[in-house]
């Protein structure tokens, strides 16, 4: 008796949401048993966690909080991933666009009609993340640059410009030494739902609606699909594919930067420490558990958060120490991603080996003569 | 028992079963190979023979059935193993190392070799056995330097060098000039006359009756019919491959001929590697008018069809479709001046596999106003124009919706067809359009292009099937080296003149067939260029 891996024919619309589905119930009896190991009853840590990150208005709100910048920059990723450009600079790009919107916030919303600040600081956010996205793909599309290490490189290089910002020519006069700019002025900040939790997710559901329309149903969405599905079918058809990478970054970089515009305009209100806190990199694995498709990165957005939160919550609750959060995080995670083989494969018991069929000797003997 | 055979069988598989998901590949196949035969294995595409192969030579393990080799009853788990029982392999695609000698790769993977093993013993064993079999390579050549068919031969002696019984060959004459392919007959024929046996695999009727003592003949898996060569016919074998009847005949009418649609004029041109890959190409064809070029792999044929479609720059030399000159233009340029291509790799060029046929069948069309309001795509008119070519074309789909890469190797070639020939205005350039179809498949192509030719399109075809070029194409041009050494009006054409010039041979009489070295010779430089 053995186990072999067979690829699906088709995978079904069950098998899609199965398999997640079956993950997560794994990641949870999996991380069980390490709460076991650590002398922790993992219902109760389960429900401490749900609680913290879904049990109340005021959790929720935190837990979207986290989805928003997950969300955008899930969003933005999977747009280049969907053309196969392997963009890590997510995190850069929001540090831009955290940039940018600063800059409106503390310096033009002087000399801008109150109204216009926040409009302002949006679109310039996103164009700094898109710029900043643009230099790898520049390089990419017209020079084959490896935009994987290009825009990783480019994450060290926007984390430290912003650090050093807020660490010096725009650090809060009065802000008794602590590194961080002035709070933004009033008109500067996105409005808010409720605690914490901002207009930002409004942004991120509209940003989800085009992208799903612009990829399913335009001219461009089609050519942006068939490239990444087949790039030398695209170059056959005569795709401009440089061009298209190009604009597909644009896109990408401006989403990320819109996720820093939220973080600075609707979380913090100024710009400090705690902008770029990874949301860029786990985006990628956003995109990915969505399978690049808009809802999904939404979906998935929002449960990471929770993840994030919940942890976050049972470390407080229950005492255990900060790695454990962490570690249940991967531990969480690990199986979920693993999942996704079982949507591509499926495990077949084979009962006997191939010779047990065979014919045995005499018959063959006696055929022979 | 009486000996109702005057001969046991070196080799006996019975009911060889084999299963991949969603297909049965093999299905109790029975096949009985003899000291000093050559067996053809016949069978469309997907018929199972080369998954019959890859399970007698040990790639693949049988869910069911038996093999006896010799009278005993063996299991043969790999290669090795297979090679230990006297049975080898010549693979479609050769398993060579480009660096290294023809001794060297000869002893690769010897078992009991030492560190630095002794060539000379290798080498003389070599000269031996290619005086003996008429396999003559030089065992110091790099791998690199050889023709296709001097590689095939390499992949032979390997064989014989391991003193293998049973040789297997697939599809060996897919590479060759029709002159390679006479020596190859002739190898085989002396292989066999010393007591071993050989099965080759193919789907091509006149090889069958060339080569073969008997034939084996697969259909969908099964084993339909075994056959001695001598007392079938080709229409037999057609029948039984296919499982009908098959037209041989083409309905080709005259066709007025009109102005010229292609020109080119000088090409110059490099290949993937930098080398020149065209070299002063010009030729022109006519609308009505099919264009085919003849040509061993490798001579530049795919060079010039990617020059015309705007896949590759040329160094040298202008394209003119419809009389607009598109020379170094982008593909969607070539497009719009009126090129429609059906290119050689169908599924890696050709289709989106993991899109829906009615997207596949718009891959061009979508950027017209008919499909999309301003940048919006309007699905319902996508999906009534493939609803229209798949009736149009008989493509056999479950639906406009499906996913491509679940349509057979015809039905993939038919979409394509579907989607090229609608978009055409002028010119269509076909590279290996019927290039591993089956019978009647192939037939529904050639068709298509005569059509095609009919409504005035001009069609340049590029074959390496010579039957193919003769039955369709008004002229016949022959690329040797990146040039075109001749061209000839089909009917004036002849086959074995036409051998030659592919061998880089102008030729003199129909005599002078016996091949003579510097034909050989120069395709050793092609291949050092190449």
């Known amino acids: 008796m053995r186990i072999v891996f067979e690829k699906r024919q088709e995978v079904s619309r069950t098998i899609r949401v199965l398999v997640p589905v079956l993950s997560l119930v794994f990641a949870l009896i999996f991380g069980a048993v390490l709460l076991l190991l650590s ?8 429900a401490a966690m749900a609680q913290g990150a879904f049990g109340d208005v005021h959790a929720l709100a935190e837990t979207l909080v986290k989805a928003i910048p997950l969300m955008l920059t899930g969003l933005g990723v999977s747009i280049a991933f969907r053309m196969l450009f392997w963009n890590i600079g997510a995190e850069g790009q929001l540090a831009m666009g955290g940039l940018a919107a600063t800059w409106v916030a503390l310096y033009a919303s002087r000399s801008l009609p109150g109204w216009s600040v926040v409009p302002a600081a949006i679109l310039l956010g996103m164009i700094a993340g898109a710029l900043w996205a643009a230099i790898p793909a520049v390089l990419r599309a017209y020079l084959q640059v490896n935009e994987t290490i290009t825009t990783l490189m480019m994450n060290y290089i926007a984390i430290l410009l912003v650090s050093h910002m807020y660490h010096g020519p725009w650090r809060d006069p009065e802000g008794y030494g602590f ?35 612009v990829l399913q149903r335009t001219k461009w969405g089609f050519e942006l699909r068939i490239t990444g599905e087949n790039p030398k079918a695209a170059r056959y058809i005569g795709i401009n594919i ?18 820093g515009v939220c973080e600075v305009t609707g979380v913090m209100r100024r710009l400090q420490q705690g902008l770029t806190v990874g949301y860029g990199y786990t985006a990628i694995i956003v995109a990915w558990m969505s399978q690049l498709n808009p809802w999904g990165v939404l979906l998935v957005g929002f449960l990471l958060a929770g993840l994030l939160v919940g942890g976050d919550q ?56 | 028992m009486t000996e109702s055979r005057t001969r046991d069988p070196i080799l006996r598989m019975r009911g060889i079963t084999k299963r991949f998901p969603g297909v049965l590949a093999n299905d109790h196949i029975d096949l009985k190979l003899f000291e000093g035969e050559v067996l053809a294995l016949l069978g469309e595409n997907g018929a ?4 019959l192969m890859n399970v007698l030579c040990g790639l693949y393990r049988p869910d069911e059935g038996a093999i006896t080799v010799q009278g005993d009853l063996v299991d043969i788990q790999s290669p090795r193993d297979a090679y230990d029982l006297g049975i080898g392999m010549v693979h479609q695609n050769f398993m060579l190392v480009e660096t290294m000698t023809v001794a060297e790769n000869v002893v690769l993977g010897l078992q009991g070799l030492s560190f630095q093993p002794e060539l000379r013993h290798v080498k003389r064993r070599l000269e031996a056995l290619g005086e003996q079999y008429g396999l003559q390579v030089d065992p110091d050549a790099y791998i690199w330097q050889l023709s296709v068919g001097e590689q095939q031969r390499v992949e032979i002696l390997k064989l014989l060098y391991r003193d293998v019984d049973i040789l297997i060959l697939d599809e060996p004459t897919a590479v060759l000039t029709p002159q390679e392919v006479d020596d190859l007959v002739e190898v085989l024929r002396r292989v066999v006359k010393e007591g071993k046996a050989a099965i080759f695999i193919t789907h091509k009727l006149r090889e069958v009756m060339m080569f073969s003592d008997r034939v084996t003949v697969l259909r969908g898996g099964k084993n339909v019919a075994t056959r001695s060569t001598s007392e079938t016919s080709p229409e037999e074998l057609a029948r039984l491959m296919v499982g009908r009847e098959v037209l041989f005949q083409l309905d080709k009418t005259a066709c007025e001929l009109g102005g010229a649609v292609l020109e080119v004029e000088d090409l110059e041109a490099l290949n993937d590697k930098g080398l020149p890959a065209l070299r002063g190409v010009s030729l022109t064809v006519r609308a009505g008018e099919i264009v ?52 050689e790799d169908r599924v890696e060029m050709g289709l989106v596999g993991d899109m829906s046929v009615a997207e596949n069948l718009a891959l061009k069309a979508y950027r017209t106003s008919e499909f999309s309001r301003g940048p919006v795509l309007h699905p319902t008119r996508m999906r009534f124009f493939a609803e229209d070519l798949i009736d149009g074309f008989d493509i056999a789909t479950p639906g406009p919706e499906t996913r491509v890469k679940f349509l057979s190797g015809g039905n993939l070639q038919k979409a394509i067809l579907a989607r ?34 009919e409504e005035g399109t001009a069609v340049l075809l590029i074959s390496e099937d010579l039957d193919e070029l003769m039955e369709v194409s008004d002229r016949i041009a022959v690329m040797f080296e990146g040039e075109i050494v001749g061209i000839v009006p089909t009917e004036e054409a002849d086959i074995d003149a036409i051998g030659l010039m592919m061998a880089g041979e102008q030729p003199r009489s129909s005599k002078s067939r016996s091949r003579s070295r510097s034909g050989t010779q120069s395709q050793t430089q092609e291949g050092a260029a190449g």
């Not at chain 1, 002398?39 to 389960?46: I, K, R, T």
């Not at chain 1, 409005?191 to 329309?213: E, V």
């Not at chain 2, 394209?319 to 009126?338: E, F, H, K, M």
Request: aromatic residues 6%.
């Open chain 2, 292 to 343: 085919g070029i003849a040509g061993v792999a490798g001579n530049g044929q795919r060079e010039l069809a990617e020059v015309i479609t705007g896949l590759r720059d040329v160094v040298d030399g202008e394209v003119y479709v419809n009389d607009n000159c598109i020379t170094n233009c982008s593909p969607l340029r070539a497009i719009q001046a009126g090129v429609s291509h059906v290119p």
């Open chain 2, 420 to 453: 090229e020939l609608t978009a055409c205005e002028g010119l269509l350039v076909a590279v290996h359009p019927t290039r591993g179809l089956d019978v009647g498949a192939t037939e529904t192509v050639r068709d298509l292009l005569l059509k095609q030719r």
């Open chain 1, 179 to 213: 590194p961080g700019t002035a709070r933004f002025p009033e008109v500067a900040w996105l409005p808010r739902i409720y605690d914490r939790a901002h207009a930002g997710l409004f942004l991120a559901l509209i940003a989800a609606a085009i992208l799903w329309f």
């Open chain 1, 242 to 259: 440089p061009r298209l990478i190009l604009v597909a970054m644009l896109v990408s970089g401006g989403l990320c930067g819109l996720a």
């Open chain 2, 48 to 51: 199972g023979k080369s998954t």
């Open chain 1, 314 to 369: 049972i470390q407080m609750a229950m005492g255990l120490p900060a790695a454990m959060g962490l570690v249940l995080q991967g531990a969480l995670l690990f199986p979920m991603l693993g999942g996704s083989l079982f949507a591509e494969y499926k495990l077949r018991i084979v009962r006997s080996e191939p010779q047990d069929a065979v014919l045995s000797h005499e018959s063959v003997a006696k055929e022979a003569k």
């Open chain 1, 39 to 46: 002398g922790v009853n993992p219902l109760v840590a389960y």
